[in-house]
Protein backbone atom coordinates (compact mmCIF):
# COMPACT_ATOMS: atom_id res chain seq x y z
CA UNK A 1 0.00 0.00 0.00
CA UNK A 2 1.25 3.40 -1.14
CA UNK A 3 1.80 6.00 2.04
CA UNK A 4 -0.20 8.92 1.70
CA UNK A 5 1.11 11.81 0.71
CA UNK A 6 0.91 15.59 2.41
CA UNK A 7 -1.01 17.87 1.15
CA UNK A 8 0.17 20.89 -0.57
CA UNK A 9 -0.39 24.51 -0.31
CA UNK A 10 -1.58 23.72 -3.86
CA UNK A 11 -4.22 21.65 -2.95
CA UNK A 12 -5.23 23.87 -0.36
CA UNK A 13 -5.98 26.14 -3.16
CA UNK A 14 -8.11 24.12 -5.38
CA UNK A 15 -10.39 22.88 -2.67
CA UNK A 16 -10.72 26.04 -1.67
CA UNK A 17 -11.08 28.11 -4.96
CA UNK A 18 -8.60 30.51 -4.50
CA UNK A 19 -5.28 31.04 -6.23
CA UNK A 20 -1.62 29.46 -4.68
CA UNK A 21 -0.93 33.45 -3.82
CA UNK A 22 -4.27 34.22 -1.80
CA UNK A 23 -3.32 31.18 0.60
CA UNK A 24 0.31 32.42 0.81
CA UNK A 25 -1.33 35.64 1.81
CA UNK A 26 -3.49 33.67 4.55
CA UNK A 27 -0.89 32.02 5.67
CA UNK A 28 0.98 35.36 6.45
CA UNK A 29 -1.62 37.51 7.53
CA UNK A 30 -5.53 35.70 7.76
CA UNK A 31 -6.83 39.57 7.59
CA UNK A 32 -4.92 40.29 4.72
CA UNK A 33 -7.22 38.57 1.98
CA UNK A 34 -11.50 39.12 2.35
CA UNK A 35 -13.40 37.16 4.72
CA UNK A 36 -14.99 34.71 2.79
CA UNK A 37 -11.94 33.61 1.12
CA UNK A 38 -10.46 33.46 4.47
CA UNK A 39 -12.94 30.99 5.45
CA UNK A 40 -12.99 28.81 2.68
CA UNK A 41 -9.04 28.66 3.12
CA UNK A 42 -9.28 27.54 6.96
CA UNK A 43 -12.03 24.94 5.90
CA UNK A 44 -9.78 23.33 3.65
CA UNK A 45 -6.67 23.25 5.85
CA UNK A 46 -8.70 21.45 8.43
CA UNK A 47 -10.07 19.43 6.30
CA UNK A 48 -7.34 17.99 4.41
CA UNK A 49 -4.92 18.28 7.25
CA UNK A 50 -2.58 20.74 6.02
CA UNK A 51 0.37 21.77 7.78
CA UNK A 52 2.13 24.70 6.76
CA UNK A 53 6.36 24.52 5.47
CA UNK A 54 7.51 27.18 8.06
CA UNK A 55 10.96 27.21 7.06
CA UNK A 56 9.60 27.69 3.27
CA UNK A 57 7.59 30.34 4.13
CA UNK A 58 10.74 32.00 5.76
CA UNK A 59 12.56 31.55 2.77
CA UNK A 60 10.12 33.82 0.71
CA UNK A 61 9.29 36.26 3.24
CA UNK A 62 13.03 36.78 4.11
CA UNK A 63 12.68 36.46 7.97
CA UNK A 64 11.53 34.01 10.45
CA UNK A 65 9.00 34.27 13.81
CA UNK A 66 12.52 33.46 15.31
CA UNK A 67 15.81 35.12 17.16
CA UNK A 68 19.15 34.12 17.28
CA UNK A 69 20.98 34.13 20.32
CA UNK A 70 25.00 33.19 20.65
CA UNK A 71 26.33 33.37 23.90
CA UNK A 72 29.85 31.69 25.00
CA UNK A 73 28.16 29.33 27.17
CA UNK A 74 24.64 27.86 28.20
CA UNK A 75 25.57 27.72 32.03
CA UNK A 76 25.28 30.24 35.46
CA UNK A 77 25.20 33.47 33.42
CA UNK A 78 24.25 32.97 30.20
CA UNK A 79 22.14 30.10 30.90
CA UNK A 80 20.10 32.70 33.02
CA UNK A 81 20.45 35.55 30.30
CA UNK A 82 18.73 32.83 27.53
CA UNK A 83 16.07 31.73 29.98
CA UNK A 84 14.95 35.35 30.33
CA UNK A 85 15.18 35.88 26.34
CA UNK A 86 13.37 32.97 25.23
CA UNK A 87 10.40 33.65 27.80
CA UNK A 88 9.82 37.40 26.49
CA UNK A 89 9.77 35.90 22.91
CA UNK A 90 7.86 33.38 23.75
CA UNK A 91 5.26 36.02 25.16
CA UNK A 92 5.38 37.48 21.37
CA UNK A 93 5.27 34.06 19.78
CA UNK A 94 8.65 34.39 18.42
CA UNK A 95 10.99 31.32 19.02
CA UNK A 96 14.82 31.07 20.25
CA UNK A 97 17.67 29.52 18.28
CA UNK A 98 20.48 29.80 21.43
CA UNK A 99 24.10 28.53 20.48
CA UNK A 100 26.78 28.07 21.92
CA UNK A 101 30.45 29.49 20.37
CA UNK A 102 32.47 28.37 23.51
CA UNK A 103 34.34 31.47 22.69
CA UNK A 104 35.57 30.48 19.76
CA UNK A 105 35.91 32.80 17.10
CA UNK A 106 35.20 30.09 14.28
CA UNK A 107 32.13 28.99 15.69
CA UNK A 108 31.06 32.44 16.36
CA UNK A 109 31.17 33.26 13.10
CA UNK A 110 29.87 30.18 12.12
CA UNK A 111 26.86 30.38 13.93
CA UNK A 112 26.29 33.95 12.50
CA UNK A 113 25.97 32.85 9.18
CA UNK A 114 23.89 29.86 9.39
CA UNK A 115 21.56 31.63 11.87
CA UNK A 116 21.12 34.24 8.93
CA UNK A 117 20.82 31.70 6.16
CA UNK A 118 17.69 30.58 8.22
CA UNK A 119 16.22 34.63 7.85
CA UNK A 120 16.01 34.77 12.00
CA UNK A 121 14.47 38.19 12.32
CA UNK A 122 16.95 39.10 15.05
CA UNK A 123 20.45 38.18 16.84
CA UNK A 124 21.42 38.62 20.41
CA UNK A 125 25.25 38.33 20.46
CA UNK A 126 28.11 37.73 23.27
CA UNK A 127 30.96 38.54 21.04
CA UNK A 128 34.26 36.54 21.40
CA UNK A 129 36.40 40.04 20.95
CA UNK A 130 38.03 38.12 18.20
CA UNK A 131 35.55 38.66 15.18
CA UNK A 132 34.76 42.70 15.40
CA UNK A 133 35.36 43.70 11.90
CA UNK A 134 33.52 40.32 10.57
CA UNK A 135 30.44 41.58 13.17
CA UNK A 136 30.82 45.12 11.30
CA UNK A 137 30.37 43.82 8.29
CA UNK A 138 27.29 42.03 9.63
CA UNK A 139 25.65 45.35 11.28
CA UNK A 140 26.11 47.02 8.10
CA UNK A 141 24.00 44.59 6.00
CA UNK A 142 21.55 43.51 9.00
CA UNK A 143 20.34 46.06 11.81
CA UNK A 144 17.96 43.84 14.05
CA UNK A 145 21.63 42.67 15.75
CA UNK A 146 22.42 43.85 19.59
CA UNK A 147 25.08 42.98 21.30
CA UNK A 148 25.21 41.81 25.10
CA UNK A 149 27.02 41.59 28.24
CA UNK A 150 30.45 42.53 26.03
CA UNK A 151 31.28 46.52 25.41
CA UNK A 152 31.80 45.57 22.20
CA UNK A 153 31.36 48.21 19.71
CA UNK A 154 30.65 46.74 16.35
CA UNK A 155 27.90 49.81 15.38
CA UNK A 156 25.01 48.55 17.01
CA UNK A 157 23.04 48.93 20.98
CA UNK A 158 25.17 47.20 23.57
CA UNK A 159 23.99 46.11 26.63
CA UNK A 160 26.23 45.26 29.95
CA UNK A 161 27.43 46.52 32.87
CA UNK A 162 30.12 48.94 32.87
CA UNK A 163 32.82 46.46 33.91
CA UNK A 164 35.48 48.87 33.69
CA UNK A 165 33.95 51.02 36.24
CA UNK A 166 32.58 48.02 38.64
CA UNK A 167 36.19 46.51 38.84
CA UNK A 168 37.34 49.73 39.85
CA UNK A 169 35.01 50.20 42.66
CA UNK A 170 35.52 46.36 43.91
CA UNK A 171 39.38 46.58 43.83
CA UNK A 172 39.37 49.88 45.51
CA UNK A 173 37.56 48.57 48.26
CA UNK A 174 39.51 45.19 48.43
CA UNK A 175 42.89 47.10 48.89
CA UNK A 176 41.66 49.62 51.55
CA UNK A 177 40.34 46.25 53.49
CA UNK A 178 42.27 43.52 53.28
CA UNK A 179 46.30 42.72 53.65
CA UNK A 180 46.65 42.01 49.71
CA UNK A 181 50.20 40.78 50.60
CA UNK A 182 49.83 38.34 47.27
CA UNK A 183 46.65 38.70 44.28
CA UNK A 184 45.75 36.13 42.57
CA UNK A 185 43.08 37.64 39.46
CA UNK A 186 40.94 35.06 37.71
CA UNK A 187 39.62 35.99 34.63
CA UNK A 188 37.58 34.75 31.83
CA UNK A 189 38.59 34.95 27.73
CA UNK A 190 40.33 38.23 27.01
CA UNK A 191 37.39 40.17 25.19
CA UNK A 192 36.15 43.64 25.21
CA UNK A 193 34.49 43.11 28.91
CA UNK A 194 38.14 41.80 30.72
CA UNK A 195 39.84 43.71 29.53
CA UNK A 196 37.89 46.75 30.53
CA UNK A 197 37.75 45.38 33.93
CA UNK A 198 41.34 45.18 33.87
CA UNK A 199 41.79 48.62 33.04
CA UNK A 200 39.33 49.44 36.41
CA UNK A 201 41.77 46.85 38.62
CA UNK A 202 45.11 48.70 37.30
CA UNK A 203 43.03 51.90 37.74
CA UNK A 204 42.09 50.87 41.40
CA UNK A 205 45.77 49.87 42.17
CA UNK A 206 47.18 53.01 41.13
CA UNK A 207 45.06 55.54 43.03
CA UNK A 208 45.69 53.38 45.95
CA UNK A 209 49.66 53.22 45.17
CA UNK A 210 49.62 49.82 45.43
CA UNK A 211 52.31 47.51 43.22
CA UNK A 212 50.35 45.39 40.43
CA UNK A 213 53.34 43.68 40.45
CA UNK A 214 51.90 41.41 43.58
CA UNK A 215 49.12 40.36 41.05
CA UNK A 216 49.17 36.63 39.42
CA UNK A 217 46.74 37.26 36.26
CA UNK A 218 45.25 33.88 34.91
CA UNK A 219 42.87 34.28 31.74
CA UNK A 220 40.58 31.31 30.26
CA UNK A 221 38.94 30.34 33.60
CA UNK A 222 35.88 29.51 32.35
CA UNK A 223 37.51 26.26 32.65
CA UNK A 224 37.66 24.26 35.74
CA UNK A 225 41.10 22.91 34.95
CA UNK A 226 42.49 26.37 34.87
CA UNK A 227 41.07 27.29 37.74
CA UNK A 228 41.97 24.78 39.75
CA UNK A 229 45.95 24.56 38.32
CA UNK A 230 45.89 28.49 39.00
CA UNK A 231 44.67 28.43 42.23
CA UNK A 232 46.26 25.39 43.55
CA UNK A 233 49.72 26.49 42.91
CA UNK A 234 48.61 29.45 44.41
CA UNK A 235 47.40 28.22 47.62
CA UNK A 236 50.61 26.12 48.20
CA UNK A 237 52.72 29.40 48.04
CA UNK A 238 50.76 31.14 50.89
CA UNK A 239 53.66 31.85 54.10
CA UNK A 240 52.90 31.92 57.81
CA UNK A 241 51.27 35.20 58.34
CA UNK A 242 50.70 36.09 54.95
CA UNK A 243 47.04 37.15 53.77
CA UNK A 244 46.39 37.09 50.33
CA UNK A 245 43.28 38.13 48.08
CA UNK A 246 41.89 35.50 45.37
CA UNK A 247 39.31 37.90 42.98
CA UNK A 248 37.62 35.85 40.75
CA UNK A 249 35.25 37.86 37.65
CA UNK A 250 32.56 35.68 36.90
CA UNK A 251 29.87 33.50 38.82
CA UNK A 252 30.95 29.94 37.16
CA UNK A 253 34.97 30.98 37.99
CA UNK A 254 34.39 31.83 41.85
CA UNK A 255 32.14 28.59 42.24
CA UNK A 256 35.02 26.80 40.78
CA UNK A 257 37.38 28.48 43.11
CA UNK A 258 35.88 27.95 46.38
CA UNK A 259 35.61 24.36 45.11
CA UNK A 260 39.42 23.96 44.44
CA UNK A 261 39.96 25.57 47.69
CA UNK A 262 37.55 23.21 50.02
CA UNK A 263 39.63 20.39 48.13
CA UNK A 264 43.01 21.82 49.20
CA UNK A 265 41.73 21.22 53.03
CA UNK A 266 43.86 22.82 55.85
CA UNK A 267 40.73 25.30 56.63
CA UNK A 268 42.39 27.11 52.89
CA UNK A 269 39.28 28.81 52.24
CA UNK A 270 39.71 30.91 55.79
CA UNK A 271 43.35 31.64 54.76
CA UNK A 272 42.25 33.91 52.30
CA UNK A 273 40.38 36.47 51.12
CA UNK A 274 37.86 36.36 48.30
CA UNK A 275 36.14 39.07 46.15
CA UNK A 276 34.94 39.21 42.52
CA UNK A 277 31.64 39.23 40.18
CA UNK A 278 28.69 36.63 40.49
CA UNK A 279 25.12 36.19 40.74
CA UNK A 280 23.08 35.85 44.01
CA UNK A 281 22.00 32.55 43.42
CA UNK A 282 25.73 31.51 43.79
CA UNK A 283 26.50 33.52 46.63
CA UNK A 284 23.34 31.52 48.50
CA UNK A 285 24.62 28.61 47.41
CA UNK A 286 28.52 29.07 48.00
CA UNK A 287 27.19 29.88 51.70
CA UNK A 288 29.41 32.58 52.83
CA UNK A 289 29.51 36.39 51.60
CA UNK A 290 32.26 38.46 50.28
CA UNK A 291 32.51 41.53 48.53
CA UNK A 292 31.24 41.24 45.25
CA UNK A 293 29.73 42.49 42.32
CA UNK A 294 26.50 40.60 41.82
CA UNK A 295 25.60 40.64 38.15
CA UNK A 296 22.26 40.50 36.94
CA UNK A 297 21.33 37.94 33.57
CA UNK A 298 17.89 38.80 33.79
CA UNK A 299 17.84 42.70 33.24
CA UNK A 300 20.71 42.47 30.96
CA UNK A 301 17.96 39.60 28.99
CA UNK A 302 14.93 41.92 29.27
CA UNK A 303 16.47 45.00 28.60
CA UNK A 304 18.03 43.13 25.08
CA UNK A 305 15.00 41.62 24.41
CA UNK A 306 13.10 44.95 24.37
CA UNK A 307 15.50 46.24 22.43
CA UNK A 308 15.74 44.04 19.85
CA UNK A 309 11.82 43.64 19.80
CA UNK A 310 11.50 47.42 18.81
CA UNK A 311 13.57 46.65 16.14
CA UNK A 312 11.66 44.19 14.61
CA UNK A 313 8.66 45.37 15.04
CA UNK A 314 10.06 48.80 13.45
CA UNK A 315 10.10 46.62 9.63
CA UNK A 316 9.96 49.88 7.87
CA UNK A 317 13.12 50.91 9.75
CA UNK A 318 11.05 54.30 10.71
CA UNK A 319 13.39 54.35 13.93
CA UNK A 320 17.32 56.16 14.28
CA UNK A 321 19.23 54.02 14.30
CA UNK A 322 21.63 54.19 17.41
CA UNK A 323 25.38 53.22 16.39
CA UNK A 324 27.02 52.18 19.12
CA UNK A 325 24.56 53.25 21.89
CA UNK A 326 25.72 52.33 25.80
CA UNK A 327 22.67 50.70 27.85
CA UNK A 328 24.09 50.20 31.24
CA UNK A 329 23.27 47.47 33.51
CA UNK A 330 23.53 48.95 37.19
CA UNK A 331 24.80 45.69 39.52
CA UNK A 332 23.93 45.34 43.00
CA UNK A 333 27.56 45.70 45.15
CA UNK A 334 27.88 44.38 48.54
CA UNK A 335 30.87 45.21 49.87
CA UNK A 336 30.91 44.23 53.16
CA UNK A 337 32.32 40.75 53.95
Known amino acids: MSEKKN ?7 KSAGVSISSVSRYLADSQSIRPLAAYNIKKAIRELK ?17 IGIIVPFTDFFFGKFCAAVSDFFYERKFGAFICESD ?13 LNLHVAGLLIAPTGHNSEFLREIVDRHRNIVVVDRREDIGCEMV ?17 TYPCDRVLLLMG ?87 GFAMRN ?52 RLEK
Do not use: W
Not at 199 to 211: C, M, P, T, V, Y
Open 160 to 176: AMDFEKNAFILTRHVLA
Open 282 to 333: IIAKLGFHFPCVMQNPDKVGTTASELLFGKIADVKGKRKRKNGMFYEIEPEI
Open 103 to 115: NDPDKERFYVQAL
Open 189 to 275: GQGAHMRDALKGIKHAFREKRASFAKVKLVYDCFRFVNVSEAVREFAGGIRDGERPVIMALGSSIMEDTITVLNQCGDGMPRRVDIA
Open 7 to 13: ATIKDVA
Open 50 to 66: FEPNAFARNLKKRHSDG
